[in-house]
C-alpha cells in the first residue's frame, strides 16, 4: 500500500501467509513504541481542542455509519474491549459520539472521561461501564432540549484509556432510519441522513460502513448514499456485520468465494470486511467479552474450513475475515494517515496559532480604544458613513440583502405603517407588482405610482343646491357674464382643497416609511458586506446607546424630511387651487377638442414608465382590465371621429351677434348643448389611458324664462340634464380634473423625489454627523458609556488567550513528532 496516497486504498493483494496481527506488529517494530504513542497523544489533544473551539482541522478520523440495527454499538464495544451499551440496547442516540480510545498497559480496567460542553477539558473518570450510556443519553437529550430539535451535530467526546483496546479515535454517527421513532418529528430520518452526509463528506476522513449480511448489495438501503459521498470507495471500509447468520447458507466453495468477492456490485478493488460479534447480552465480565469475540472468529473460520466443501480461498480472503482483521486494518491505517499529515498539520497550527495571536492584539486595541475620544470619533464616523452609503445604494437600486426577506409588499406596507388605505379612495387600489417584495427605490417608485392610481381614482365629489346657489349668486351682481365659469371654478378648488390634500399627506407618510425601514436593510448589509470581506471596518457592536442615537437621529431626519414635503406639496396645492390661479382656464384645457386629447394622450405615454410594466403574477388580468377600458377611448389622429352618443366637437361656435346675454340666468334654458360632460375612467392600473376633455364654453346662457330663478324655482329643474345647477356641477368635474392633472403630473413628482430622494443622497451623511458628533467630548462619550461591550470584549480576549494556549501546547507537540519521523 503506497504511503503517499492521501486516499484509503482498500488492500486488493492477499497478505503472506503470516497473519495480519504479525504482519502489523513487525510494521510498529520499525517504529518506537513512544513514537507512536506521542503520535497518537497529539492527535487527540489536537481533536479535543478542534471540538471545543470549533476548530475545522483536516484531522484524519474514521466516521461510523450504517442502519441503526447494523451492529455499529457492538463494533465499537469489541474495539474498546469492554461493553459500555449494555442497558441501551436500541437507544438510537442522536449525536454523534467520539470515541477517543488509548491503549494504556497500566490500566487494567477501563478509565472512561467525558469532555465537558464547550470545554477542552475532561471530567472525572467513571467507573462503572452501565454509567456511560446514562451519560451519553442524558447528554444527549439535554442538547435537544434546549435547541429543540431532533438531532445535533455536535459531538460527544469520550476518552477511554484501557489495556485491551488499540490506539484509535472513531466517530460514531447516529444510525439511519426509514421512520422516526414515536414522538419524534417525522423529518428526524432526514435530518439524520444529512448530518450524517456532513460529517463523512470531508476527504481527511475514513468512512467505516457497516451493513447486515443478511442484505443483499442489489438491495442495499444505504450504499447508494455511500456512493454519493465516496463513488469510488477509495476511502470507504466496508464491514459485512453479522456474518454467522449467513454461513448456513454456504456448502460449497464457489458460493462462499463468489459472496466474499462482491464481485458486480463493489468493484473489483473493494473489499469487504466480514464479522461476527457475540450475541449474549447478559452481564458478563470483560476478560470474558474479550474470550467470546476471539472465540466467534475461530468458530467462523472453522465452519469455513470444514464445513464447507472445499473450503475458501484463504490466500484471496482470509485478512478480511474476523474482527481481528478488521481492528488491526484500522488501527494500522489511522497511523499511517496520522504520520502522512504530520508535517501539513504542524504547518497548519503554526498558521492557526499567528492568526490567533494577531485577533488577541486586535481585542487589546479595542478594549484600548474603549476610552480613546479621538478613536471612537473615528470609528463611529466611518460606521455611520457606511451605513449612508448603503441608503444611497439601497435607493439607486440593490439586491442585496435578499428583497424575498426584507422587502415589503404592497399589503406589507399599508398594514405596518399603521397608515392603511388612502382616505376617500372606496377602491381598491393595487399598483403593478404589489404582490413583490421591494424595499428602496423600487418601492418608493411603487407608493408614487399607487398615490398616482388613488389620486385619479377620486371623482370630483356631488355639490349641494345650497352651496351652488350661495357661490353662484354671490358672482351674478360681478357682471362680466363669467357667473357660472367662476362658481364652477370655485366650487372645484374647495374640492381639490378638501380631497387631494390628505391624499399628499398619506403619499409622504407612506414614503417615509419606505425610506424609514432602510436604516435596518442597512445594517443587515453592512454585516454581510463585512462577513464576506472577513474583516469588521467600524467595529461598534456592544455599544447600545450609539446606536440608539443613531437610529433615532436618522428617524428625526426622515420625519423633518416629510415634513417639509408635506409643507411644499400645500403649497403647490394652495397655488393651483388660488383664486389668481388661471389653471381652470389655460388655453390647453378650453381649446379645441383635438388640442387637449393630444395634449392628455402625450401625457399619458410619457407617464408610462417602468413601473407600469406588470412584473407580478396578477399581470394577464391587469392587462385584460386595460384592453377591456380601451373601447371609450378617442381616436389618436382623427379628430373629425365622434363617441357614439357625443355632440360633434367641431361645431363651429355661435357668432356673438346671435348670443343673448339675459340679466338672470334661467333653469329652462338649456346650455350650450356643444359641450359633453367628461367621464372619469379612471383605472388604477391601466396604462396610457387616454382622457377626453371636451372644450367649455366661455360664455354660458344666464338667463331663464318667465323669470324664473334656476336655484330657488321647481326642483325638476335641477335634475335636467340642460339645467344650470347641471351645467355648474359637470363644468365643476371639469375643472377638478384639470387641478388634480397640474398638480399631480406637474407638482407631486418632482417635489417628492427632491424632497425625499435627493436629501437621502446628499444631505443624509451631514445631518447625522451634526446630530452625532458636533457635541463636546463628554456628551459624545455619553453614548459610548457601555460595560456590556467591555465585559464582551474582556471575555472574547481570554477565550482567544486560552484558546492560544491549548493550540501552541498542540504545536509543541507536532513539532516533536516533527523531529521523531
Known sequence: MSTTNTFLNTPTKTPNSTSISKKHHKQHASDSGSEFTDRFEAYNRLQAAAVAFGEKLPIPEIVAIGGQSDGKSSLLEALLGFRFNVREVEMGTRRPLILQMVHDPTALEPRCRFQEEDSEEYGSPIVLASAIADTIKFRTESLLKRTRAAVSSKPIVMR??????????????????????????ERTPDEILSMVKSLASPPHRIILFLQQSSVEWCSSLWLDTIREIDPTFRRT?????????????????????????????????????????????????NDEFRRQISQVDAEMLH?????????????????????????DYLEAELQRRYKEAAPATLALLEQRCGEVSAEIARTECKIKATSDVAHLRKSAMLHTATLCNHVEALI?????????????????????SGIGSWPSVTVDI???????????????????????????????????????????????????????????????????????????????????????????????????????????????????????????????????????????????????????????????????????????????????????LELSDGGTALRKEVMKDQENMPPEKNAQETTPGKVTENREALRECQMTVPETPSPDQPSDGNYGIKRELVNCVEVGARKRHPRIAGNARNCGQNGESPLFGNGDNISRPGSTYAEICSSAAQHFARIREVLVERSVASTLNSGFLTPCRERLLVALGLDLFAVNDEKFMDMFVAPGAIDTLENERQSLQKRQKILHSCLNEFKSVARAL
Open 430 to 612: 393595487k399598483p403593478p407588482n404589489a404582490t413583490l417584495r421591494l424595499y428602496g427605490g423600487a418601492a418608493f417608485e411603487r407608493v408614487m405610482h399607487e398615490f398616482r392610481c388613488a389620486t385619479y381614482s377620486i371623482k370630483c365629489p356631488p355639490v349641494s343646491r345650497e352651496k351652488v346657489a350661495n357661490i353662484l349668486l354671490a358672482h351674478t351682481g360681478r357682471g362680466g357674464g363669467r357667473g357660472i365659469t367662476e362658481a364652477a371654478a370655485e366650487i372645484a378648488r374647495a374640492a381639490a382643497r378638501s380631497w387631494l390634500a390628505p391624499l399628499l399627506d398619506t403619499a409622504c407618510d407612506r414614503l417615509a416609511f419606505v425610506l424609514g425601514n432602510l436604516f435596518e436593510i442597512s445594517i443587515e448589509k453592512n454585516h454581510g458586506h463585512d462577513s464576506n470581506h472577513g474583516h469588521r471596518s467600524a467595529d461598534m457592536d456592544g455599544y447600545v446607546g450609539f446606536h440608539a442615537a443613531l437610529r433615532q437621529s436618522y428617524n428625526h431626519f426622515i420625519k423633518d424630511l416629510s415634513k417639509e414635503c408635506k409643507q411644499l406639496l400645500r403649497h403647490h396645492l394652495d397655488s393651483v387651487t388660488s383664486p389668481y390661479s388661471h389653471v381652470c382656464y389655460e388655453n390647453s384645457f378650453i381649446g379645441s377638442f383635438s388640442s387637449g386629447a393630444s395634449s392628455m394622450y402625450q401625457f399619458n405615454q410619457a407617464s408610462t414608465g417602468p413601473l407600469c
Open 396 to 416: 439607486d437600486g440593490a439586491a442585496d440583502p435578499a428583497p424575498e426577506q426584507w422587502g415589503k409588499t404592497t399589503e406589507e406596507e399599508r398594514s405596518e
Open 160 to 185: 477511554a484509556e484501557y489495556a485491551h483496546c488499540p490506539n484509535l479515535t472513531i466517530i460514531d454517527t447516529p444510525g439511519f432510519v426509514l421512520k422516526a421513532k414515536k414522538g419524534e418529528p
Open 237 to 285: 471500509v466496508i464491514v459485512v456485520s453479522k456474518f454467522d447468520n449467513r454461513l448456513k447458507e454456504f456448502t460449497d466453495r464457489w458460493e462462499v468465494d463468489r459472496y466474499l468477492s462482491a464481485s458486480g456490485y463493489l468493484g473489483e478493488n473493494t473489499r469487504p470486511f466480514f464479522v461476527a460479534l457475540p450475541k449474549d447480552r447478559g452481564t458478563i465480565s
Open 303 to 327: 465452519y469455513l474450513r470444514d464445513s464447507v466443501k472445499g473450503g475458501f480461498d484463504e490466500d484471496k480472503y482470509r485478512s478480511y475475515v474476523g474482527f481481528g482483521c478488521v481492528r
